[in-house]
């Protein structure tokens, strides 16, 4: 049985989702970041960056949260996410990697420089500049999502995996405003029956069980 490790509000909710859409078997082992335990040797030799989440699959250990779900869908495909059209595979995989890149990447500079990094190496202008990039990266694809239900086709993929999460993450920023195509696709791919919680529930909950 596959096996994810992860912790609430990370980007393990990316993989949770694949998991539960492609009504895969797993166990979920949650590794506890507040308490080091991905500092632990025994999951450093799954992931040596020490970080969330990590697919274990027989001899396969697989890091990176879109890396696994573009595994899942392959391994599952008969299942959902990935299209057989190579048109359309193609579009997914294309905004599956805007996602990771033009959108995921400002909000982890406005992370770093909020609360990650220390108090002396953070630098507010680079909060500014990094809000600014993601709105306009947002305004891109809330354009692309005018009339559509989903981000490729009209079944879910992994791009909808992706980015639905990327998205929520923008949302507790307040960085989507001005995108109404977005706010609504979000509502509606997190009112699906196996969405995982969204970023301030599984947080809420977390915080509940310390």
């Not at 969330?52 to 495909?77: N, Q, R």
């Not at 599956?96 to 959108?103: G, Q, R, Y």
């Not at 969405?195 to 069980?209: F, G, H």
Request: charged fraction near 25%.
């Amino acid at each position: 049985m596959m096996k994810l490790y992860g912790l609430g509000p990370t980007r393990s909710l990316r993989a949770l989702w694949a998991l539960r859409e492609l009504d895969a078997e797993f166990e979920f082992v949650p590794v506890n970041l507040m308490a080091g335990e991905n500092r632990h040797p025994d999951f450093l030799r799954l992931n040596p960056a020490g970080k969330l989440p990590v697919l274990v699959d027989g001899d396969l250990v697989l890091t990176e949260s879109a890396a696994i779900v573009m595994y899942l869908a392959e391994k599952l495909g008969g299942k959902g996410l990935m299209p057989r059209d190579l048109t359309e595979r193609a579009q997914a995989y294309r905004w599956s990697m805007f996602a990771v890149t033009e959108l995921e990447q400002p909000l982890w500079r406005i992370a770093r420089h909020t609360f990650l990094y220390s108090e002396e190496e953070r630098l507010p202008d680079d909060i500014a500049l990094a809000r600014k990039d993601f709105t306009a990266m947002a305004s891109i694809l809330d354009r692309h999502m005018a009339g559509r239900e989903f981000i490729v086709g009209d079944d879910m993929t992994i791009a909808d995996c992706v980015t639905a999460y990327v998205l929520d993450w923008g949302d507790e920023e307040g960085l989507l405003d001005g995108c109404p195509n977005l706010e609504t696709y979000i509502e509606r791919m997190y009112a699906r029956p196996k969405a995982p919680q969204r970023i301030a529930e599984a947080m809420a909950s977390l915080q509940a069980d310390a």
